[in-house]
Protein backbone atom coordinates (compact mmCIF):
# COMPACT_ATOMS: atom_id res chain seq x y z
CA UNK A 1 0.00 0.00 0.00
CA UNK A 2 2.92 2.31 0.93
CA UNK A 3 5.06 2.23 -2.21
CA UNK A 4 1.36 2.43 -4.42
CA UNK A 5 0.71 5.50 -2.73
CA UNK A 6 4.25 6.47 -3.52
CA UNK A 7 3.86 5.33 -7.60
CA UNK A 8 0.81 6.92 -7.72
CA UNK A 9 2.35 10.26 -6.48
CA UNK A 10 5.29 10.66 -8.57
CA UNK A 11 2.64 10.09 -10.94
CA UNK A 12 3.13 6.10 -12.02
CA UNK A 13 0.97 3.42 -12.66
CA UNK A 14 -0.71 1.29 -9.86
CA UNK A 15 -3.52 -1.98 -11.01
CA UNK A 16 -5.83 -2.06 -8.34
CA UNK A 17 -8.79 -4.63 -7.89
CA UNK A 18 -12.56 -4.29 -8.24
CA UNK A 19 -15.64 -6.20 -7.82
CA UNK A 20 -15.91 -5.71 -11.71
CA UNK A 21 -11.82 -6.55 -13.16
CA UNK A 22 -8.93 -5.21 -12.07
CA UNK A 23 -8.20 -1.02 -13.41
CA UNK A 24 -4.75 0.54 -14.46
CA UNK A 25 -4.27 3.06 -12.16
CA UNK A 26 -3.46 6.73 -12.25
CA UNK A 27 -3.85 10.15 -10.96
CA UNK A 28 -6.70 11.25 -12.68
CA UNK A 29 -5.80 14.91 -12.31
CA UNK A 30 -2.23 15.13 -13.69
CA UNK A 31 -2.04 15.08 -17.24
CA UNK A 32 1.40 13.26 -17.66
CA UNK A 33 0.15 10.35 -14.83
CA UNK A 34 -3.45 9.47 -17.63
CA UNK A 35 -1.19 9.96 -20.75
CA UNK A 36 1.34 6.51 -19.29
CA UNK A 37 -2.05 5.08 -18.87
CA UNK A 38 -3.11 5.53 -22.67
CA UNK A 39 0.77 5.50 -23.70
CA UNK A 40 1.18 1.27 -21.53
CA UNK A 41 -2.33 0.17 -22.85
CA UNK A 42 -1.78 1.65 -26.29
CA UNK A 43 -4.95 3.19 -26.10
CA UNK A 44 -6.57 5.09 -29.08
CA UNK A 45 -7.09 8.71 -27.38
CA UNK A 46 -10.59 8.71 -28.87
CA UNK A 47 -11.75 6.44 -25.71
CA UNK A 48 -12.44 8.16 -22.52
CA UNK A 49 -11.67 6.85 -18.98
CA UNK A 50 -13.79 6.15 -15.79
CA UNK A 51 -12.74 7.79 -13.01
CA UNK A 52 -12.51 6.40 -9.84
CA UNK A 53 -13.74 8.10 -6.46
CA UNK A 54 -13.70 6.69 -3.00
CA UNK A 55 -17.04 8.04 -2.53
CA UNK A 56 -19.89 10.90 -3.96
CA UNK A 57 -18.23 13.60 -2.18
CA UNK A 58 -15.49 12.76 -4.23
CA UNK A 59 -17.05 12.12 -7.13
CA UNK A 60 -18.52 15.93 -6.87
CA UNK A 61 -15.09 17.14 -7.34
CA UNK A 62 -15.21 15.84 -10.68
CA UNK A 63 -18.13 17.17 -12.40
CA UNK A 64 -19.74 19.84 -12.87
CA UNK A 65 -23.24 19.54 -12.24
CA UNK A 66 -24.01 16.62 -9.85
CA UNK A 67 -28.00 16.22 -10.43
CA UNK A 68 -30.38 15.18 -7.36
CA UNK A 69 -30.69 11.66 -9.68
CA UNK A 70 -26.60 11.10 -9.38
CA UNK A 71 -27.20 11.47 -5.84
CA UNK A 72 -29.90 9.16 -5.87
CA UNK A 73 -28.11 6.25 -7.72
CA UNK A 74 -24.79 6.97 -5.46
CA UNK A 75 -26.61 5.92 -2.87
CA UNK A 76 -28.33 3.37 -3.74
CA UNK A 77 -25.35 1.35 -5.78
CA UNK A 78 -22.15 2.70 -4.55
CA UNK A 79 -19.54 1.50 -3.49
CA UNK A 80 -20.97 -0.79 -6.70
CA UNK A 81 -20.19 -1.87 -10.69
CA UNK A 82 -21.95 1.44 -11.76
CA UNK A 83 -20.23 4.41 -13.99
CA UNK A 84 -22.21 7.22 -13.95
CA UNK A 85 -21.47 9.83 -17.16
CA UNK A 86 -22.26 13.49 -16.34
CA UNK A 87 -21.18 16.81 -17.30
CA UNK A 88 -17.21 17.33 -16.09
CA UNK A 89 -15.07 19.86 -13.91
CA UNK A 90 -13.03 22.39 -16.08
CA UNK A 91 -9.82 20.64 -14.49
CA UNK A 92 -10.33 17.54 -15.58
CA UNK A 93 -7.73 16.73 -17.76
CA UNK A 94 -9.07 17.05 -21.42
CA UNK A 95 -7.00 13.41 -22.15
CA UNK A 96 -9.78 11.73 -19.55
CA UNK A 97 -12.65 12.28 -21.09
CA UNK A 98 -11.14 12.29 -25.14
CA UNK A 99 -11.64 15.77 -25.18
CA UNK A 100 -14.98 15.51 -24.42
CA UNK A 101 -18.00 17.50 -22.25
CA UNK A 102 -18.53 14.33 -20.08
CA UNK A 103 -16.87 12.87 -17.65
CA UNK A 104 -17.52 8.94 -16.22
CA UNK A 105 -17.09 8.17 -12.57
CA UNK A 106 -17.51 5.10 -10.49
CA UNK A 107 -16.54 4.61 -7.00
CA UNK A 108 -15.83 0.46 -6.62
CA UNK A 109 -16.80 -2.39 -4.37
CA UNK A 110 -12.87 -3.78 -3.25
CA UNK A 111 -11.69 -2.50 0.52
CA UNK A 112 -8.27 -2.77 -1.08
CA UNK A 113 -8.95 0.13 -3.47
CA UNK A 114 -11.32 1.71 -1.23
CA UNK A 115 -8.83 2.69 0.87
CA UNK A 116 -6.02 3.18 -1.64
CA UNK A 117 -8.94 5.97 -2.87
CA UNK A 118 -9.10 7.19 0.73
CA UNK A 119 -5.74 7.17 1.41
CA UNK A 120 -4.39 8.92 -1.81
CA UNK A 121 -7.22 11.19 -1.24
CA UNK A 122 -7.78 12.23 -4.96
CA UNK A 123 -9.50 10.28 -7.84
CA UNK A 124 -7.55 7.82 -10.02
CA UNK A 125 -8.69 7.36 -13.59
CA UNK A 126 -8.83 3.28 -14.27
CA UNK A 127 -9.40 1.33 -17.52
CA UNK A 128 -9.15 -2.35 -17.55
CA UNK A 129 -5.54 -3.62 -16.50
CA UNK A 130 -4.96 -5.10 -19.94
CA UNK A 131 -3.65 -3.74 -23.65
CA UNK A 132 -6.07 -1.80 -25.37
CA UNK A 133 -8.34 -4.48 -27.23
CA UNK A 134 -7.51 -7.74 -25.08
CA UNK A 135 -9.33 -9.63 -22.56
CA UNK A 136 -10.07 -7.79 -19.08
CA UNK A 137 -8.03 -8.87 -16.24
CA UNK A 138 -10.10 -10.53 -13.39
CA UNK A 139 -6.78 -12.06 -11.17
CA UNK A 140 -3.99 -10.04 -10.43
CA UNK A 141 -1.92 -12.41 -12.16
CA UNK A 142 -3.44 -11.85 -15.46
CA UNK A 143 -2.06 -8.17 -14.94
CA UNK A 144 1.64 -9.05 -14.17
CA UNK A 145 1.43 -10.91 -17.32
CA UNK A 146 0.37 -7.99 -19.39
CA UNK A 147 2.96 -5.04 -17.55
CA UNK A 148 6.60 -5.62 -16.41
CA UNK A 149 6.68 -4.89 -12.30
CA UNK A 150 8.72 -1.40 -12.90
CA UNK A 151 6.15 -0.17 -15.23
CA UNK A 152 2.61 -1.21 -12.89
CA UNK A 153 2.58 -2.53 -9.40
CA UNK A 154 -0.17 -4.41 -8.92
CA UNK A 155 -2.05 -4.59 -5.97
CA UNK A 156 -3.22 -8.19 -5.47
CA UNK A 157 -7.10 -8.37 -4.08
CA UNK A 158 -7.65 -11.72 -5.67
CA UNK A 159 -9.87 -13.28 -7.96
CA UNK A 160 -12.62 -10.56 -9.23
CA UNK A 161 -16.18 -11.36 -8.20
CA UNK A 162 -18.63 -9.45 -11.00
CA UNK A 163 -15.97 -10.61 -13.65
CA UNK A 164 -17.32 -8.37 -16.35
CA UNK A 165 -17.04 -4.34 -16.46
CA UNK A 166 -19.40 -2.01 -14.92
CA UNK A 167 -22.60 -0.53 -16.40
CA UNK A 168 -22.10 2.73 -17.82
CA UNK A 169 -25.06 4.74 -17.61
CA UNK A 170 -25.72 8.73 -19.55
CA UNK A 171 -27.44 10.02 -16.04
CA UNK A 172 -29.69 12.55 -18.39
CA UNK A 173 -32.31 13.01 -18.48
CA UNK A 174 -32.82 10.49 -20.67
CA UNK A 175 -30.91 7.74 -18.24
CA UNK A 176 -29.22 5.71 -21.11
CA UNK A 177 -26.81 2.44 -20.36
CA UNK A 178 -24.10 3.18 -23.23
CA UNK A 179 -22.51 -0.21 -21.73
CA UNK A 180 -24.44 -2.93 -20.48
CA UNK A 181 -22.95 -4.40 -17.66
CA UNK A 182 -23.73 -6.09 -13.87
CA UNK A 183 -26.58 -3.85 -12.90
CA UNK A 184 -29.67 -4.15 -15.77
CA UNK A 185 -31.32 -0.78 -17.41
CA UNK A 186 -34.31 -1.95 -15.62
CA UNK A 187 -32.75 -1.96 -12.19
CA UNK A 188 -31.70 1.84 -13.64
CA UNK A 189 -35.43 2.54 -15.10
CA UNK A 190 -33.21 3.59 -17.50
CA UNK A 191 -32.98 2.62 -21.86
CA UNK A 192 -30.32 0.63 -23.56
CA UNK A 193 -28.39 2.62 -26.54
CA UNK A 194 -27.13 1.36 -30.17
CA UNK A 195 -23.71 -0.03 -29.42
CA UNK A 196 -23.00 2.63 -32.19
CA UNK A 197 -24.41 5.37 -30.84
CA UNK A 198 -22.24 8.51 -30.65
CA UNK A 199 -23.22 9.19 -27.02
CA UNK A 200 -21.15 6.47 -26.31
CA UNK A 201 -17.19 7.39 -27.52
CA UNK A 202 -14.64 4.10 -27.04
CA UNK A 203 -17.30 1.13 -27.76
CA UNK A 204 -15.09 0.10 -30.40
CA UNK A 205 -16.66 -2.92 -31.98
CA UNK A 206 -13.52 -5.53 -31.59
CA UNK A 207 -12.93 -5.38 -28.02
CA UNK A 208 -12.27 -7.99 -24.88
CA UNK A 209 -10.80 -10.26 -27.67
CA UNK A 210 -7.78 -12.78 -27.09
CA UNK A 211 -4.96 -12.81 -29.77
CA UNK A 212 -6.20 -16.38 -30.70
CA UNK A 213 -9.49 -16.39 -33.72
CA UNK A 214 -12.08 -16.58 -31.46
CA UNK A 215 -16.15 -17.31 -32.98
CA UNK A 216 -19.42 -17.27 -31.44
CA UNK A 217 -21.13 -20.87 -32.31
CA UNK A 218 -24.71 -22.52 -32.07
CA UNK A 219 -24.49 -26.33 -30.89
CA UNK A 220 -25.54 -27.19 -34.15
CA UNK A 221 -22.35 -25.35 -35.56
CA UNK A 222 -20.37 -28.05 -33.47
CA UNK A 223 -17.65 -29.78 -34.96
CA UNK A 224 -15.67 -27.94 -36.28
CA UNK A 225 -12.22 -28.39 -38.08
CA UNK A 226 -8.64 -28.29 -36.01
CA UNK A 227 -7.51 -27.95 -32.63
CA UNK A 228 -10.48 -26.03 -30.79
CA UNK A 229 -11.56 -25.14 -27.01
CA UNK A 230 -14.42 -24.80 -26.68
CA UNK A 231 -16.35 -22.50 -24.40
CA UNK A 232 -20.17 -24.58 -23.30
CA UNK A 233 -21.92 -25.36 -20.85
CA UNK A 234 -22.48 -28.41 -21.75
CA UNK A 235 -20.07 -30.83 -24.06
CA UNK A 236 -20.79 -31.44 -27.19
CA UNK A 237 -19.49 -34.68 -29.19
CA UNK A 238 -17.05 -34.98 -30.45
CA UNK A 239 -15.14 -33.89 -27.92
CA UNK A 240 -13.22 -30.73 -28.28
CA UNK A 241 -9.46 -30.60 -28.06
CA UNK A 242 -10.28 -28.88 -25.08
CA UNK A 243 -13.50 -28.46 -23.46
CA UNK A 244 -13.83 -25.48 -21.00
CA UNK A 245 -16.95 -26.63 -19.17
CA UNK A 246 -19.04 -22.73 -17.94
CA UNK A 247 -21.57 -22.34 -15.39
CA UNK A 248 -25.08 -22.40 -16.37
CA UNK A 249 -25.95 -19.32 -13.86
CA UNK A 250 -25.39 -15.59 -15.78
CA UNK A 251 -23.19 -14.72 -12.62
CA UNK A 252 -21.77 -17.35 -12.41
CA UNK A 253 -20.79 -17.58 -16.05
CA UNK A 254 -19.72 -13.62 -16.38
CA UNK A 255 -17.27 -14.00 -13.07
CA UNK A 256 -15.43 -16.95 -14.88
CA UNK A 257 -15.44 -15.71 -18.80
CA UNK A 258 -12.48 -13.56 -18.89
CA UNK A 259 -10.33 -16.29 -17.76
CA UNK A 260 -11.82 -19.32 -19.40
CA UNK A 261 -11.06 -16.69 -22.50
CA UNK A 262 -7.42 -15.92 -20.93
CA UNK A 263 -7.07 -19.62 -20.68
CA UNK A 264 -8.30 -20.67 -24.02
CA UNK A 265 -6.41 -18.37 -25.73
CA UNK A 266 -2.96 -19.50 -23.71
CA UNK A 267 -3.45 -23.44 -24.98
CA UNK A 268 -2.07 -22.49 -28.31
CA UNK A 269 -4.86 -24.11 -30.15
CA UNK A 270 -6.14 -23.30 -34.09
CA UNK A 271 -9.34 -21.59 -32.99
CA UNK A 272 -11.42 -21.03 -29.90
CA UNK A 273 -15.28 -21.76 -30.35
CA UNK A 274 -17.75 -20.24 -27.59
CA UNK A 275 -21.49 -21.32 -27.56
CA UNK A 276 -23.61 -18.52 -26.91
CA UNK A 277 -26.46 -18.83 -24.49
CA UNK A 278 -29.87 -18.05 -25.68
CA UNK A 279 -31.39 -17.19 -22.50
CA UNK A 280 -33.40 -13.91 -21.42
CA UNK A 281 -32.20 -12.16 -18.76
CA UNK A 282 -30.20 -8.17 -19.32
CA UNK A 283 -27.04 -10.51 -17.30
CA UNK A 284 -27.00 -12.65 -20.20
CA UNK A 285 -27.69 -9.53 -22.61
CA UNK A 286 -24.72 -7.72 -21.16
CA UNK A 287 -22.98 -11.32 -21.35
CA UNK A 288 -23.94 -11.50 -25.47
CA UNK A 289 -22.53 -7.74 -25.35
CA UNK A 290 -18.86 -8.47 -24.71
CA UNK A 291 -19.03 -12.21 -26.68
CA UNK A 292 -19.91 -10.18 -29.46
CA UNK A 293 -17.38 -8.23 -29.41
CA UNK A 294 -14.74 -11.01 -28.33
CA UNK A 295 -15.15 -13.08 -31.62
CA UNK A 296 -16.76 -12.94 -34.96
CA UNK A 297 -19.38 -15.26 -36.45
CA UNK A 298 -18.59 -18.74 -37.48
CA UNK A 299 -20.59 -18.08 -40.59
CA UNK A 300 -19.62 -15.46 -43.53
O1 LIG B 1 -15.75 -2.07 -14.39
C1 LIG B 1 -15.17 -1.16 -14.96
O2 LIG B 1 -15.77 -0.16 -15.43
C2 LIG B 1 -13.65 -1.26 -15.09
C3 LIG B 1 -13.07 -1.21 -13.68
C4 LIG B 1 -11.55 -1.25 -13.67
O3 LIG B 1 -13.55 -0.09 -12.99
N1 LIG B 1 -13.12 -0.24 -15.92
C5 LIG B 1 -13.30 -0.24 -17.28
O4 LIG B 1 -12.68 0.80 -17.96
O5 LIG B 1 -13.95 -1.08 -17.86
P1 LIG B 1 -12.44 0.81 -19.52
O6 LIG B 1 -11.53 1.94 -19.77
O7 LIG B 1 -11.99 -0.51 -19.96
O8 LIG B 1 -13.84 1.19 -20.14
C6 LIG B 1 -14.24 2.55 -20.11
C7 LIG B 1 -15.46 2.75 -20.96
C8 LIG B 1 -15.15 3.43 -22.29
O9 LIG B 1 -14.74 2.52 -23.26
C9 LIG B 1 -16.47 4.08 -22.60
O10 LIG B 1 -17.32 3.10 -23.16
C10 LIG B 1 -16.99 4.48 -21.23
O11 LIG B 1 -16.33 3.69 -20.30
N2 LIG B 1 -16.69 5.90 -20.94
C11 LIG B 1 -15.65 6.43 -20.27
N3 LIG B 1 -15.70 7.77 -20.24
C12 LIG B 1 -16.81 8.11 -20.91
C13 LIG B 1 -17.41 9.36 -21.24
N4 LIG B 1 -16.87 10.51 -20.86
N5 LIG B 1 -18.57 9.33 -21.94
C14 LIG B 1 -19.12 8.15 -22.31
N6 LIG B 1 -18.59 6.93 -22.05
C15 LIG B 1 -17.46 6.91 -21.35
MG1 LIG C 1 -11.31 -2.09 -21.16
Not at 7 to 13: E, M, Q
Not at 200 to 216: F, L
Not at 237 to 245: C, K, Q, V, W
Not at 252 to 259: C, I, P, R, S, V
Request: proline fraction near 12%.
Amino acid sequence: MTEALARLASGRLVAFPTETVYGLGADALRPEAVERVFAAKGRPATNPLIVHVADAQMARTVVSHWPPEAERLAARFWPGPLTLVLPRAPHVPDAVTAGGDLVAVRCPDHPLTLELLRRYGRPLVGPSANRSGGVSPTTAEHVREEFPPDEVLVLDGGPCRGGIESTVLLVGPPAVVLRPGLIGAAELGASVSGVSSPASPGQMDRHYAPATRTVRIAPEDWPLPGRVALLAREPLSPAPALLLEMPSDPAGYAEQLYARLREADAAGMDLIAVVVPTDEGELWDALRDRLRRATTPVKG
